[in-house]
């Protein structure tokens, strides 16, 4: 049985550099002017029948199908569309092998484990203002905590609602409208039936040093795989890099607060790691949930990324030992016996498993309850 496709929209808006897929969307129903769920309905993608209805996955991953539908429904080519879904970044700063679309299950696990929003976003405010509502697609990732081109932290929550940007209704996913246009350069979230139309370009940002902006570049430019990935001077997949940085990101979250003056962080950044850490629920991870989630917030989220690179640009297998030593001993001091002896193990261990070493210790969830 021949499929048929949909019939080409009249008026397409052609996606931005890096934009992500619900961006584009909500872009391409203001300029034909209707509620995002009917663009998404002429492009062929499925969705929930009901009065306010999203994809499953929306975002996330696509199917081959659907990629060759939307093309044929507006011209932008199949590699574009995938481009901008998150899947673009698996095997390198996510893992999303097993999502599938249209199973929830699948979506639940893997926003649960990966260091990403599936349905929320990050945004620096300039440069949505000066791109007129696009918003990104690495604004999504765990990792995104500043803007390299304004040296300022992304914006986490809306001042006026408290929500998360674009996160949906009470924090909750964001849906398809079947009634509503989309606003890109205002917050939208639903609050007891009423819409906050606070405007994102007039949300304050602070300012971060050079180093901060660098280094969200070197992330950014590993992502997407124009530089290599290096620890102890060896290159490494994407994957193992990001996998490091998480590991180190958990040894330090393990340290707080005993390895806050370690930490190449301002106070502020110091204080919001160690509300973080004190405020986390324990979920049915355990312990591993706790220390292993997602940063909550850019700030956060900046003050991990700069100790966890510190510890990869190591220029030797001793100096990255060297590097990860006082971080272990502030774990050490703060679970006293009532962990494994990270210090030790890393001092003895070869060198070029103290990565590994440090993964696996901080994952097995036996050994860190209290």
């Keep these: 049985m021949m499929t048929v496709r949909p019939r080409r929209l009249a008026l397409v808006v052609a996606p931005a550099s890096g934009e992500s897929f619900a961006s584009w969307v909500d872009r391409m129903a203001l ?43 507006t011209g932008v080519s199949s590699e574009v569309v995938r481009g901008m879904h998150l899947e673009v970044f698996d095997g390198s700063v996510l893992d999303l092998a097993g999502v599938r679309v249209g199973d929830k299950e699948s ?26 509502g696009v ?37 909750r996913p964001a849906r398809l409208s079947r009634s509503r246009m989309p606003a890109p350069l205002r917050c939208g979230a639903l609050l007891s039936g009423a819409v906050c139309d606070q405007p994102i370009p007039q949300i304050g940002t602070s300012s ?72 986390q629920r324990w979920n049915r991870a355990g312990p591993v949930g706790r220390f292993g ?33 006082p971080l272990a001993a502030a774990a050490r001091m703060r679970w006293k016996e009532r962990r494994p002896d990270l210090l030790t193990q890393v001092a003895t261990c070869a060198p070029s498993n103290v990565i590994r070493l440090v993964s696996g210790s901080v994952s097995r969830r036996s050994r860190l309850r209290r």
């Design 135 to 171: 918003w990104l697609v690495w604004w999504k990732l765990g990792w995104a905590a500043v803007c390299p081109e304004h040296r300022t932290l992304l914006v986490d929550l809306c001042p006026r609602c408290r929500v998360s940007v674009r996160r949906g209704p009470a924090g």
């Design 107 to 132: 979506v639940r696990r893997a926003e649960g484990r990966e260091w990403v929003q599936f349905f929320g976003s990050r945004v620096c405010p300039t440069c949505l203002a000066a791109s007129g």
């Design 208 to 279: 971060v040093s050079s180093k901060f902006a660098d280094q969200q570049q070197l992330v950014l430019e590993v992502v997407t795989h124009r530089r290599s990935a290096l620890i102890a001077g060896q290159v490494v997949s994407a994957g193992q890099w990001f996998a490091a940085l998480k590991a180190t990101a958990m040894l330090v979250r393990l340290g707080v607060p005993e390895v806050l003056p370690l930490l190449d962080a301002p106070l502020d950044g110091q204080g919001a790691l160690a509300a973080e850490v004190g405020g």
């Design 31 to 73: 300029r034909n002017g209707c509620p995002a769920w009917a663009i998404i309905e002429a492009l062929g993608v499925d969705v929930r029948a009901s009065s306010d209805v999203r994809s499953l996955a929306y975002g996330v991953v696509t199917m081959p199908e659907t990629c060759r539908a939307i093309e044929a429904a």
């Design 293 to 325: 989630m997602a940063p909550r917030t850019a700030l956060v989220a900046a003050g991990l990324l700069a100790v966890a690179l510190e510890v990869a640009a190591a220029e030797s297998e001793s100096a990255l030992v060297a590097r990860l030593m």
